[in-house]
């Protein structure tokens, strides 16, 4: 598995900042990165909150802003509201992004 190659499909430069694509699980902790989709070619997000009420979406944005160091009105969802797919806008530089979660696999 060729993880740049991934990382450089996940990671979609938009604008004046970057889509990335992720894919939802619920689980015990709250963690960013915490692995690679390579058939979906999305990054993993494990929250600890369920899909209820959009808390599990207010803590994928507060995990995302933590992780890449940017204000939580820098991150916010474009597709997937209702889904465990989503696209997550951050605005950061798209090489910067990937390799910020390169360095957290």
């Known amino acids: 598995m060729d993880i740049s190659k991934i990382l450089h499909e996940a990671v979609e430069e ?3 900042g970057c889509i990335v694509h992720i894919k939802v699980k619920i689980g015990k902790n709250r963690m960013f990165p915490s692995g690679i989709d ?3 070619k999305r990054i993993e997000i ?3 909150e369920e899909p209820r009420k959009g808390k599990a979406n207010k803590e994928i944005i507060k995990t ?3 992780y890449f160091e940017v204000g ?3 991150v916010y969802i ?3 509201k209702a889904s465990r797919e989503k696209g997550i ?3 950061k530089d ?4 990937i390799e910020m979660i390169k360095n957290g696999l």
């Open 14 to 16: 938009r604008g004046n």
């Open 38 to 40: 390579a058939w979906r």
């Open 46 to 48: 494990e929250i600890n």
């Open 64 to 66: 995302m802003a933590e």
């Open 72 to 74: 939580e009105e820098g």
């Open 78 to 80: 474009i597709y997937g």
């Open 89 to 91: 806008f951050v605005k």
């Open 94 to 97: 798209r090489e910067k992004i």
